[in-house]
């Protein structure tokens, strides 16, 4: 059953729940009234079942709180589940990216973690921001294109590049 709905019903039961109890304590106080209660056994019977209506408020309101959390501020199983599904395919590609830079050398390093870093980047900026030559950044966006680890988009005089979906 899904939370709400079951917050719903707990909170529905709880309802009517309070209102017998209430109305025991009801007919349970006109009765010590009634006997005036001095120390005699009626009189210890009724103060005894007061008692126990006060304890059973307590756990009628435990019900009842349970039921407005169920209702207003507990979370799906679904939107639980999504949530941890993302979170593992967040780790999961951020270890492929790690497993894949220990097989590179630290030119290669600098080249896809820029990348990474900024979708889309353009050869010329690439050069510049990890210091290397242009020849040096072609040839290993070239190692890269057959590796499948990137792809290149025309862009006026130079290319864009970017990951692969998979990694």
Do not use: W
């Amino acid at each position: 059953m899904e939370n709400k709905k079951l917050g719903f019903v707990i909170l529905s039961i709880s309802a009517v729940a309070s209102i017998l109890a209430f109305g025991f304590m009801g007919v349970i106080g006109k009765q010590t009234t009634a006997l005036r209660c001095y120390p005699t056994n009626e009189c210890q019977r009724v103060e005894s079942l007061l008692g126990l209506s006060h304890v059973a408020v307590g756990l009628i309101s435990f019900i009842g709180a349970l039921g407005i959390y169920l209702l207003f501020f507990s979370t799906s199983e679904d939107a639980i589940l999504k949530r941890l599904e993302e979170e593992k395919s967040i780790k999961t590609g951020h270890d492929k990216f790690e497993l894949v830079l220990k097989a590179m050398d630290d030119s290669e390093k600098k080249v896809i973690k820029a990348i990474k870093e900024q979708e889309g980047i353009t050869q010329s900026t690439l050069k510049y921001r990890t210091d290397l030559s242009k020849a040096k950044v072609s040839q290993i966006l070239t190692d890269f294109e057959k590796k499948n680890l990137v792809k290149r988009e025309a862009k006026g005089k130079t290319y864009s590049v970017y990951l692969v979906e998979n990694f």
